[in-house]
């Protein structure tokens, strides 16, 4: 079983539809949840962290169930910007700790 | 965020050749610093985590001997990929951490002919 496991999609949606992305992570010691947004030939970039208690960020929105061992994002009114690669990413605590990636979701907003 | 540099952006060269990366964390001083790799369609790979004045420490299956790597100071670290061969072609990414998360450089694309 991979660590960090992701439906690779594509996700083709409409713009302004809601979309929503899942993640499950095999180590029950995991303590860092993030969503990264990575582009075509780009480096992931930190889109954000994941909080027990769920988080928002304007459109996105992140939750965790430990106890499922479950991560979620929810992209509201999806933009024609919003097409990439989300990869999903654990961690441990530390400052130096190593992550762990998904193979990450594609995704595609068309007209 | 963090901002990381890395140089070149991309490099083509011949098999047999040995190629330098490097990574410098630009606003922040970085006591570690992680090497990636990434294959098309495949996640990032850790291949080895790179510490300011001692060791790296590599992941399982990675070459030391083949991937070298020097964090001589807190804002730099570099990967040295020796005699390179057609299968090290590949997407390099280094990685350093601040108090808010992980940040990436915009990667290094290796392509050995």
């Known amino acids: 079983r991979k660590e960090v496991e992701q439906d690779p999609g594509p996700f083709n949606v409409p713009e302004g539809a809601t979309v929503a992305f899942n993640c499950t992570y095999s180590?029950?010691?995991?303590?860092?949840f993030f969503w990264y947004r990575q582009d075509c030939r780009k480096e992931p970039k930190l889109l954000m962290s994941?909080?027990?208690s769920g988080n928002e960020d304007g459109r996105f929105t992140a939750q965790l169930n430990r106890a499922s061992q479950y991560i979620s994002l929810l992209i509201r009114d999806s933009k024609l910007s919003d097409s990439a690669t989300y990869l999903c990413?654990?961690?441990?605590?530390?400052?130096?700790?190593?992550?762990?990636f998904g193979t990450g979701t594609r995704l595609q907003v068309t007209l | 965020g963090a901002v990381v540099s890395q140089h070149p952006s991309w490099v083509i060269c011949k098999s047999g050749t040995s190629v330098k990366i490097e990574c410098r964390s630009l606003?922040?001083?970085?006591?570690?610093m992680f090497w990636y790799r990434q294959f098309p369609k495949q996640s990032l790979m850790l291949m080895a985590t790179?510490?300011?004045?001692?060791?790296?420490?590599?992941e399982q299956g990675v070459e030391k001997d083949k991937f070298l790597i020097n964090h001589a100071s807190l804002t730099l670290s570099t990967l040295t990929v020796t005699s390179a061969h057609p299968e090290d072609s590949s997407f390099y990414i280094c990685?350093?951490?601040?108090?808010?998360?992980?940040?990436f450089g915009p990667g290094t694309r290796l392509t050995v002919l």
């Open positions: 990413v654990v961690g441990p605590t530390g400052t130096a700790s190593k992550l762990t």
């Open positions: 994941v909080y027990s």
């Open positions: 990685s350093a951490r601040d108090q808010v998360g992980q940040f």
């Open positions: 180590n029950s010691a995991s303590q860092s």
């Open positions: 606003d922040f001083q970085a006591t570690t």
């Open positions: 790179s510490n300011e004045g001692s060791k790296a420490t590599y």
